[in-house]
Protein backbone atom coordinates (compact mmCIF):
# COMPACT_ATOMS: atom_id res chain seq x y z
CA UNK A 1 0.00 0.00 0.00
CA UNK A 2 1.37 3.18 -0.66
CA UNK A 3 0.18 6.71 0.23
CA UNK A 4 -1.15 9.04 -2.19
CA UNK A 5 -2.55 12.74 -1.18
CA UNK A 6 -5.53 11.72 0.57
CA UNK A 7 -6.15 8.33 0.14
CA UNK A 8 -3.96 5.64 0.62
CA UNK A 9 -4.11 3.61 -2.65
CA UNK A 10 -5.18 -0.49 -3.14
CA UNK A 11 -2.78 -2.85 -3.83
CA UNK A 12 -2.47 -6.87 -4.06
CA UNK A 13 -5.07 -8.89 -3.97
CA UNK A 14 -7.39 -6.09 -2.70
CA UNK A 15 -6.71 -4.26 -5.89
CA UNK A 16 -8.05 -7.17 -8.30
CA UNK A 17 -11.03 -7.89 -5.99
CA UNK A 18 -11.97 -3.89 -6.48
CA UNK A 19 -11.41 -4.47 -10.05
CA UNK A 20 -13.62 -7.29 -10.37
CA UNK A 21 -16.47 -6.12 -8.05
CA UNK A 22 -16.87 -2.71 -10.17
CA UNK A 23 -16.82 -4.42 -13.66
CA UNK A 24 -19.69 -6.59 -12.28
CA UNK A 25 -21.31 -3.74 -11.11
CA UNK A 26 -20.82 -1.90 -14.54
CA UNK A 27 -22.09 -5.14 -16.15
CA UNK A 28 -24.98 -5.67 -14.42
CA UNK A 29 -25.61 -1.51 -15.31
CA UNK A 30 -25.20 -2.21 -18.74
CA UNK A 31 -27.46 -5.09 -18.91
CA UNK A 32 -30.34 -3.37 -16.55
CA UNK A 33 -30.18 -0.63 -19.98
CA UNK A 34 -30.68 -3.86 -22.50
CA UNK A 35 -33.78 -5.27 -20.45
CA UNK A 36 -35.40 -2.10 -18.83
CA UNK A 37 -37.98 -0.48 -20.76
CA UNK A 38 -36.83 2.98 -21.02
CA UNK A 39 -37.05 6.28 -21.32
CA UNK A 40 -38.95 6.89 -18.37
CA UNK A 41 -39.54 10.03 -16.59
CA UNK A 42 -38.96 9.57 -13.02
CA UNK A 43 -42.32 10.11 -10.60
CA UNK A 44 -42.73 14.53 -9.79
CA UNK A 45 -42.74 14.46 -6.29
CA UNK A 46 -45.55 16.55 -4.61
CA UNK A 47 -45.08 19.78 -2.76
CA UNK A 48 -44.72 18.31 0.96
CA UNK A 49 -42.04 15.80 -0.92
CA UNK A 50 -40.21 18.62 -2.53
CA UNK A 51 -40.30 20.49 0.55
CA UNK A 52 -39.17 17.63 2.99
CA UNK A 53 -36.44 16.86 0.32
CA UNK A 54 -35.16 20.77 0.04
CA UNK A 55 -35.02 20.84 3.65
CA UNK A 56 -33.05 17.20 4.32
CA UNK A 57 -30.80 18.44 1.60
CA UNK A 58 -29.92 21.59 3.18
CA UNK A 59 -29.79 19.76 6.42
CA UNK A 60 -27.52 17.52 5.23
CA UNK A 61 -25.06 20.32 3.73
CA UNK A 62 -25.33 22.13 7.81
CA UNK A 63 -24.29 18.51 9.14
CA UNK A 64 -21.77 17.88 6.82
CA UNK A 65 -19.87 21.70 7.85
CA UNK A 66 -20.47 20.82 11.36
CA UNK A 67 -18.69 17.21 11.07
CA UNK A 68 -16.02 18.44 9.03
CA UNK A 69 -14.93 21.24 11.51
CA UNK A 70 -14.76 18.52 14.21
CA UNK A 71 -13.34 16.36 12.13
CA UNK A 72 -10.45 18.98 11.34
CA UNK A 73 -10.52 20.04 14.90
CA UNK A 74 -9.39 16.65 15.86
CA UNK A 75 -6.67 16.48 13.37
CA UNK A 76 -4.99 19.75 14.73
CA UNK A 77 -5.16 18.38 17.98
CA UNK A 78 -3.02 15.04 17.22
CA UNK A 79 -0.91 17.80 14.76
CA UNK A 80 -1.92 15.82 11.80
CA UNK A 81 -3.31 18.89 9.50
CA UNK A 82 -1.19 19.49 6.77
CA UNK A 83 -1.70 21.04 4.06
CA UNK A 84 -3.63 19.27 1.06
CA UNK A 85 -1.69 17.85 -2.12
CA UNK A 86 -1.73 19.48 -5.18
CA UNK A 87 -5.33 18.86 -6.35
CA UNK A 88 -4.93 18.72 -10.66
CA UNK A 89 -8.96 18.06 -10.51
CA UNK A 90 -11.10 20.91 -9.81
CA UNK A 91 -10.28 23.31 -12.79
CA UNK A 92 -12.06 20.15 -14.95
CA UNK A 93 -14.62 19.69 -12.79
CA UNK A 94 -15.20 23.68 -12.66
CA UNK A 95 -14.92 23.86 -16.54
CA UNK A 96 -17.39 20.47 -16.23
CA UNK A 97 -20.00 21.80 -14.07
CA UNK A 98 -20.27 24.87 -16.10
CA UNK A 99 -20.40 23.58 -19.21
CA UNK A 100 -23.35 21.69 -18.14
CA UNK A 101 -25.25 24.22 -17.01
CA UNK A 102 -25.03 25.99 -19.85
CA UNK A 103 -26.06 23.72 -22.16
CA UNK A 104 -29.25 22.50 -20.20
CA UNK A 105 -30.23 25.86 -19.74
CA UNK A 106 -30.02 26.30 -23.60
CA UNK A 107 -31.51 22.74 -24.03
CA UNK A 108 -34.47 24.03 -21.54
CA UNK A 109 -34.94 27.03 -23.34
CA UNK A 110 -38.21 26.07 -25.13
CA UNK A 111 -39.66 25.21 -21.88
CA UNK A 112 -39.31 28.45 -20.28
CA UNK A 113 -36.95 30.37 -18.01
CA UNK A 114 -37.78 29.13 -14.82
CA UNK A 115 -37.44 25.52 -16.14
CA UNK A 116 -34.51 25.94 -17.63
CA UNK A 117 -32.70 27.79 -15.14
CA UNK A 118 -33.81 25.34 -12.59
CA UNK A 119 -32.77 22.61 -14.43
CA UNK A 120 -29.51 23.64 -15.08
CA UNK A 121 -28.76 24.19 -11.58
CA UNK A 122 -30.28 20.99 -10.63
CA UNK A 123 -27.66 19.36 -13.45
CA UNK A 124 -24.61 21.24 -12.66
CA UNK A 125 -24.98 20.15 -8.96
CA UNK A 126 -25.30 16.36 -9.87
CA UNK A 127 -23.11 15.86 -12.61
CA UNK A 128 -20.18 15.83 -10.14
CA UNK A 129 -22.13 13.62 -7.26
CA UNK A 130 -22.60 11.32 -9.92
CA UNK A 131 -18.59 10.75 -10.13
CA UNK A 132 -18.55 11.01 -6.20
CA UNK A 133 -20.32 8.96 -4.85
CA UNK A 134 -18.92 5.54 -6.00
CA UNK A 135 -15.77 7.14 -5.77
CA UNK A 136 -16.50 7.69 -2.24
CA UNK A 137 -17.33 4.74 -1.30
CA UNK A 138 -13.98 3.23 -2.77
CA UNK A 139 -11.68 5.77 -0.87
CA UNK A 140 -13.72 5.88 2.37
CA UNK A 141 -12.30 3.15 4.38
CA UNK A 142 -8.74 4.07 2.89
CA UNK A 143 -8.42 7.94 3.68
CA UNK A 144 -5.19 8.98 5.10
CA UNK A 145 -4.03 9.79 7.95
CA UNK A 146 -6.33 7.71 10.06
CA UNK A 147 -7.43 9.94 13.59
CA UNK A 148 -7.28 8.61 16.34
CA UNK A 149 -8.40 7.70 18.78
CA UNK A 150 -10.93 6.47 16.55
CA UNK A 151 -9.97 6.21 12.79
CA UNK A 152 -13.51 4.37 11.97
CA UNK A 153 -15.22 6.90 13.85
CA UNK A 154 -14.00 9.96 12.95
CA UNK A 155 -14.35 8.64 8.98
CA UNK A 156 -18.26 7.62 9.43
CA UNK A 157 -18.34 11.58 10.98
CA UNK A 158 -17.02 13.03 8.13
CA UNK A 159 -18.89 10.78 5.18
CA UNK A 160 -21.91 10.07 6.33
CA UNK A 161 -23.18 13.60 5.90
CA UNK A 162 -21.41 13.78 2.41
CA UNK A 163 -23.47 10.47 1.63
CA UNK A 164 -25.92 12.23 2.78
CA UNK A 165 -25.53 14.92 0.53
CA UNK A 166 -24.46 12.92 -2.39
CA UNK A 167 -27.73 10.94 -2.42
CA UNK A 168 -30.29 13.92 -1.78
CA UNK A 169 -28.73 15.96 -4.79
CA UNK A 170 -29.09 13.08 -7.11
CA UNK A 171 -32.69 12.95 -5.89
CA UNK A 172 -33.77 16.61 -6.66
CA UNK A 173 -33.51 15.76 -10.20
CA UNK A 174 -37.24 14.46 -10.15
CA UNK A 175 -37.73 18.01 -9.68
CA UNK A 176 -37.06 18.47 -13.01
CA UNK A 177 -39.55 18.27 -15.62
CA UNK A 178 -36.54 17.58 -18.25
CA UNK A 179 -35.62 14.69 -16.64
CA UNK A 180 -35.56 10.84 -17.89
CA UNK A 181 -34.01 8.22 -17.77
CA UNK A 182 -32.77 6.73 -21.16
CA UNK A 183 -30.20 3.30 -22.40
CA UNK A 184 -27.66 5.89 -22.92
CA UNK A 185 -27.32 7.10 -19.44
CA UNK A 186 -27.29 3.81 -17.97
CA UNK A 187 -24.40 2.42 -20.99
CA UNK A 188 -22.61 6.21 -20.33
CA UNK A 189 -22.53 5.30 -16.17
CA UNK A 190 -21.69 1.64 -17.01
CA UNK A 191 -18.78 2.74 -19.21
CA UNK A 192 -17.26 5.51 -15.93
CA UNK A 193 -17.45 2.37 -13.68
CA UNK A 194 -15.26 0.40 -16.33
CA UNK A 195 -12.92 3.11 -16.16
CA UNK A 196 -12.91 3.02 -12.67
CA UNK A 197 -12.42 -0.61 -12.84
CA UNK A 198 -9.36 0.40 -14.71
CA UNK A 199 -7.99 2.49 -12.23
CA UNK A 200 -8.61 -0.14 -9.62
CA UNK A 201 -5.72 -2.37 -11.22
CA UNK A 202 -3.16 0.26 -10.81
CA UNK A 203 -4.23 0.87 -7.46
CA UNK A 204 -6.18 3.75 -7.30
CA UNK A 205 -3.69 6.00 -6.77
CA UNK A 206 -4.34 9.71 -6.10
CA UNK A 207 -3.98 11.50 -9.29
CA UNK A 208 -0.65 12.59 -9.25
CA UNK A 209 0.73 10.62 -11.89
CA UNK A 210 -0.17 10.58 -15.37
CA UNK A 211 -2.21 7.54 -15.68
CA UNK A 212 -4.64 7.75 -12.51
CA UNK A 213 -5.03 11.73 -13.52
CA UNK A 214 -5.82 10.29 -17.03
CA UNK A 215 -8.29 8.37 -15.78
CA UNK A 216 -9.50 10.15 -12.82
CA UNK A 217 -10.13 12.99 -16.02
CA UNK A 218 -11.95 10.76 -18.22
CA UNK A 219 -14.16 8.96 -15.56
CA UNK A 220 -15.10 12.29 -14.73
CA UNK A 221 -16.38 13.60 -17.84
CA UNK A 222 -18.67 10.37 -18.27
CA UNK A 223 -19.95 11.38 -15.26
CA UNK A 224 -20.67 14.60 -16.41
CA UNK A 225 -22.23 13.27 -19.75
CA UNK A 226 -24.69 10.78 -17.50
CA UNK A 227 -25.85 14.25 -16.13
CA UNK A 228 -26.47 15.98 -19.98
CA UNK A 229 -28.00 12.92 -21.10
CA UNK A 230 -30.62 13.15 -18.29
CA UNK A 231 -31.65 16.65 -19.59
CA UNK A 232 -31.10 16.50 -23.24
CA UNK A 233 -33.91 14.96 -25.36
CA UNK A 234 -33.37 11.66 -27.85
CA UNK A 235 -33.94 12.45 -31.79
CA UNK A 236 -37.40 10.49 -32.25
CA UNK A 237 -36.78 7.33 -34.30
CA UNK A 238 -38.68 6.43 -37.38
CA UNK A 239 -40.62 3.12 -37.06
CA UNK A 240 -43.44 1.59 -39.41
CA UNK A 241 -46.51 3.30 -39.51
CA UNK A 242 -49.39 2.69 -36.68
CA UNK A 243 -51.43 0.27 -37.21
CA UNK A 244 -54.08 2.44 -35.76
CA UNK A 245 -54.02 4.63 -39.12
CA UNK A 246 -54.83 1.26 -41.19
CA UNK A 247 -58.71 0.98 -40.43
CA UNK A 248 -59.65 4.88 -41.69
CA UNK A 249 -57.47 4.35 -44.98
CA UNK A 250 -59.72 0.88 -45.36
CA UNK A 251 -62.86 2.62 -44.76
CA UNK A 252 -62.17 5.87 -47.05
CA UNK A 253 -60.66 2.67 -49.91
CA UNK A 254 -63.68 0.96 -49.34
CA UNK A 255 -66.02 4.23 -49.77
CA UNK A 256 -64.12 5.23 -53.27
CA UNK A 257 -64.94 1.59 -54.31
CA UNK A 258 -68.40 1.25 -53.26
CA UNK A 259 -69.43 4.98 -54.96
CA UNK A 260 -69.71 3.61 -58.17
CA UNK A 261 -71.78 1.34 -57.44
CA UNK A 262 -73.78 3.21 -55.29
CA UNK A 263 -74.29 5.36 -58.30
CA UNK A 264 -74.92 2.63 -60.70
CA UNK A 265 -77.53 1.86 -58.41
Same mark, same amino acid.
Given at each position: ?T?YG????YG ?7 A?V????AG?V???G??? @?L?? +?P ?6 AR????V?W =? $? %?????L?C????V??A???H ?6 ADP?TP?TV?GV?L?F?I?AL ?10 L??A?L???A?P??F???F??I ?6 PPI??? @???Y +? ?10 E????? =? $? %?L?P ?8 L?F??AM?V ?10 A??S?PAPFA?N?V??I ?7 G?F???RA?A???S???S??A???SA ?11
Amino acid at each position: MTHYGAWISYGGTARIVLALVLTAVAGGVAYAGTRL @PLPV +RPARPGQPARTLLLVTW =L $L %AIAAFLACVSVYVHQARQEHLLHPPPADPITPVTVIGVGLIFVIIALAGSSRGWRVALGSAVLGALAAPMIFELPFDLIVMARTYPPIPPD @PALY +RVLFFAPLFLIEITTLS =L $L %ALSPMVRLSRAVLFFFAAMLVVFAVWALSGFAYPSAPAPFALNVVSKILAFVVALGLFLPQRAQAGPPSPAASPPAMVMSAGRDASPMARRG
